[in-house]
Protein backbone atom coordinates (compact mmCIF):
# COMPACT_ATOMS: atom_id res chain seq x y z
CA UNK A 1 0.00 0.00 0.00
CA UNK A 2 3.30 2.13 0.35
CA UNK A 3 3.72 2.39 -3.10
CA UNK A 4 -0.20 3.33 -3.69
CA UNK A 5 0.07 6.34 -1.32
CA UNK A 6 3.62 7.50 -2.77
CA UNK A 7 2.16 7.91 -6.37
CA UNK A 8 -0.71 9.71 -7.42
CA UNK A 9 -1.20 8.18 -10.45
CA UNK A 10 -1.33 4.43 -8.76
CA UNK A 11 -3.84 5.57 -6.15
CA UNK A 12 -6.37 7.03 -8.52
CA UNK A 13 -5.95 3.98 -10.90
CA UNK A 14 -6.10 1.41 -7.86
CA UNK A 15 -9.28 3.89 -6.42
CA UNK A 16 -11.13 3.47 -9.65
CA UNK A 17 -10.33 -0.13 -10.05
CA UNK A 18 -11.31 -1.24 -6.46
CA UNK A 19 -14.75 0.48 -7.32
CA UNK A 20 -15.55 -0.80 -10.91
CA UNK A 21 -14.59 -4.79 -8.30
CA UNK A 22 -16.65 -3.96 -5.25
CA UNK A 23 -19.96 -2.66 -7.28
CA UNK A 24 -19.95 -4.91 -9.97
CA UNK A 25 -19.40 -7.13 -7.44
CA UNK A 26 -22.36 -5.47 -5.11
CA UNK A 27 -24.62 -5.86 -8.42
CA UNK A 28 -24.39 -9.10 -8.49
CA UNK A 29 -24.52 -10.32 -5.40
CA UNK A 30 -28.10 -7.89 -4.94
CA UNK A 31 -28.89 -10.05 -8.14
CA UNK A 32 -28.29 -12.96 -6.47
CA UNK A 33 -30.52 -12.59 -3.19
CA UNK A 34 -32.88 -11.78 -5.26
CA UNK A 35 -33.10 -15.29 -7.19
CA UNK A 36 -32.78 -16.60 -3.98
CA UNK A 37 -29.05 -17.69 -3.53
CA UNK A 38 -28.21 -16.53 -0.34
CA UNK A 39 -24.92 -18.48 0.58
CA UNK A 40 -23.09 -17.53 -2.36
CA UNK A 41 -24.31 -13.94 -2.12
CA UNK A 42 -23.19 -13.93 1.59
CA UNK A 43 -19.55 -14.80 -0.05
CA UNK A 44 -19.14 -12.18 -2.75
CA UNK A 45 -20.62 -9.82 -0.12
CA UNK A 46 -17.26 -10.31 2.12
CA UNK A 47 -14.73 -9.56 -0.60
CA UNK A 48 -17.00 -7.08 -2.07
CA UNK A 49 -17.29 -5.07 1.64
CA UNK A 50 -13.34 -5.79 1.96
CA UNK A 51 -12.41 -4.15 -1.62
CA UNK A 52 -15.13 -1.17 -0.55
CA UNK A 53 -12.63 -0.56 2.71
CA UNK A 54 -9.62 -0.87 1.10
CA UNK A 55 -10.78 1.45 -2.08
CA UNK A 56 -12.15 4.28 0.71
CA UNK A 57 -9.67 3.94 2.96
CA UNK A 58 -7.53 5.20 -0.07
CA UNK A 59 -9.75 7.98 -0.88
CA UNK A 60 -9.28 9.40 2.93
CA UNK A 61 -5.44 8.43 2.95
CA UNK A 62 -3.64 12.13 3.71
CA UNK A 63 -6.11 13.19 5.49
CA UNK A 64 -7.29 16.10 2.50
CA UNK A 65 -9.55 15.98 -0.29
CA UNK A 66 -8.25 14.77 -3.56
CA UNK A 67 -10.71 15.85 -6.45
CA UNK A 68 -9.19 13.19 -8.81
CA UNK A 69 -9.46 10.84 -5.74
CA UNK A 70 -13.37 11.76 -5.95
CA UNK A 71 -13.58 10.95 -9.43
CA UNK A 72 -11.73 7.92 -9.31
CA UNK A 73 -13.90 6.96 -6.91
CA UNK A 74 -16.98 7.86 -8.71
CA UNK A 75 -15.66 6.55 -12.29
CA UNK A 76 -15.12 3.32 -10.79
CA UNK A 77 -18.58 3.14 -8.95
CA UNK A 78 -20.37 3.81 -12.64
CA UNK A 79 -18.38 1.69 -14.44
CA UNK A 80 -19.17 -1.53 -11.52
CA UNK A 81 -22.64 -1.08 -12.40
CA UNK A 82 -22.54 -1.16 -15.97
CA UNK A 83 -19.91 -4.59 -15.75
CA UNK A 84 -21.88 -5.79 -13.01
CA UNK A 85 -24.99 -6.01 -14.70
CA UNK A 86 -23.34 -7.69 -18.01
CA UNK A 87 -21.75 -9.96 -16.05
CA UNK A 88 -24.77 -11.13 -14.39
CA UNK A 89 -26.38 -11.08 -18.04
CA UNK A 90 -24.17 -13.19 -19.60
CA UNK A 91 -24.24 -15.42 -16.69
CA UNK A 92 -27.78 -15.47 -16.86
CA UNK A 93 -28.46 -17.44 -13.02
CA UNK A 94 -31.65 -18.08 -12.84
CA UNK A 95 -35.46 -18.92 -14.21
CA UNK A 96 -37.72 -17.06 -16.27
CA UNK A 97 -41.38 -17.19 -17.34
CA UNK A 98 -41.82 -16.25 -21.03
CA UNK A 99 -45.77 -15.17 -21.68
CA UNK A 100 -46.22 -15.71 -25.44
CA UNK A 101 -49.14 -13.89 -27.04
CA UNK A 102 -49.23 -15.54 -30.70
CA UNK A 103 -51.79 -14.33 -33.74
CA UNK A 104 -54.54 -17.53 -34.05
CA UNK A 105 -52.75 -18.72 -37.42
CA UNK A 106 -49.05 -19.09 -35.49
CA UNK A 107 -50.13 -20.96 -32.49
CA UNK A 108 -49.94 -24.64 -33.26
CA UNK A 109 -46.49 -24.41 -35.00
CA UNK A 110 -45.45 -22.26 -32.25
CA UNK A 111 -46.22 -24.09 -29.38
CA UNK A 112 -45.52 -27.74 -31.18
CA UNK A 113 -42.10 -26.21 -31.83
CA UNK A 114 -41.52 -25.15 -28.79
CA UNK A 115 -42.19 -28.82 -27.18
CA UNK A 116 -40.45 -30.46 -29.94
CA UNK A 117 -37.30 -28.45 -28.46
CA UNK A 118 -38.53 -30.29 -24.96
CA UNK A 119 -39.37 -26.86 -23.76
CA UNK A 120 -42.78 -27.18 -21.26
CA UNK A 121 -45.55 -25.11 -22.87
CA UNK A 122 -48.89 -24.34 -20.91
CA UNK A 123 -51.32 -23.38 -22.62
CA UNK A 124 -54.01 -20.73 -21.63
CA UNK A 125 -57.35 -19.30 -23.15
CA UNK A 126 -57.44 -15.71 -23.47
CA UNK A 127 -59.13 -12.87 -24.87
CA UNK A 128 -57.58 -9.85 -26.44
CA UNK A 129 -58.66 -6.73 -28.15
CA UNK A 130 -59.62 -8.64 -31.03
CA UNK A 131 -61.27 -11.80 -29.32
CA UNK A 132 -59.93 -15.32 -28.57
CA UNK A 133 -56.26 -16.10 -28.36
CA UNK A 134 -54.03 -18.63 -26.72
CA UNK A 135 -51.58 -17.67 -24.59
CA UNK A 136 -48.13 -20.23 -24.52
CA UNK A 137 -46.44 -20.02 -21.27
CA UNK A 138 -42.86 -21.53 -21.00
CA UNK A 139 -40.73 -21.78 -17.97
CA UNK A 140 -37.08 -21.60 -18.98
CA UNK A 141 -33.35 -21.16 -17.49
CA UNK A 142 -32.88 -17.63 -18.55
CA UNK A 143 -29.76 -18.76 -20.60
CA UNK A 144 -32.60 -20.52 -23.03
CA UNK A 145 -34.16 -17.16 -23.54
CA UNK A 146 -32.28 -16.48 -26.74
CA UNK A 147 -33.15 -20.12 -27.92
CA UNK A 148 -37.03 -19.47 -27.02
CA UNK A 149 -36.66 -16.16 -29.41
CA UNK A 150 -34.90 -17.94 -32.19
CA UNK A 151 -38.22 -20.32 -32.39
CA UNK A 152 -40.74 -17.35 -31.82
CA UNK A 153 -39.00 -15.83 -35.07
CA UNK A 154 -38.82 -19.40 -36.96
CA UNK A 155 -42.83 -19.16 -36.72
CA UNK A 156 -43.65 -15.59 -36.58
CA UNK A 157 -41.10 -12.84 -35.97
CA UNK A 158 -43.88 -10.38 -34.69
CA UNK A 159 -45.00 -12.55 -31.64
CA UNK A 160 -45.75 -10.20 -28.90
CA UNK A 161 -43.93 -11.93 -25.68
CA UNK A 162 -43.06 -11.07 -21.78
CA UNK A 163 -40.78 -11.84 -19.46
CA UNK A 164 -40.84 -12.11 -15.87
CA UNK A 165 -37.84 -13.23 -13.22
CA UNK A 166 -38.64 -16.37 -11.17
CA UNK A 167 -37.19 -16.47 -7.95
CA UNK A 168 -37.55 -20.23 -7.42
CA UNK A 169 -39.52 -23.40 -9.09
CA UNK A 170 -40.46 -26.80 -8.13
CA UNK A 171 -40.74 -29.61 -10.81
CA UNK A 172 -41.36 -28.83 -15.15
CA UNK A 173 -39.86 -29.58 -18.10
CA UNK A 174 -36.47 -28.47 -18.91
CA UNK A 175 -34.15 -29.63 -21.81
CA UNK A 176 -31.27 -31.35 -21.58
CA UNK A 177 -28.16 -30.11 -21.43
CA UNK A 178 -26.90 -30.48 -24.80
CA UNK A 179 -23.06 -32.24 -24.66
CA UNK A 180 -20.72 -30.67 -26.84
CA UNK A 181 -19.24 -32.60 -29.76
CA UNK A 182 -15.14 -32.90 -28.88
Known sequence: MEIISSHPLFAYLFIYFARVIDVSLDVFRVLLLTRGY????AAIGFVEVSVFVLALGTVFAGGHLDLFKVVAYAGGFATGNLLGIRIEQKMAIGYTVVQIFPEKENCTKLRNLLREHNYGVT????????????????TIKRKDLPDIIKIMDQVAPETFFNTSDIRSIHGGI???P????M
Not at 38 to 41: C, K, W
Not at 123 to 138: N, Q
Open 38 to 41: SIPA
Open 123 to 138: CIPGEGKWGPREILVV
Open 174 to 176: FPH
Open 178 to 181: RRRA
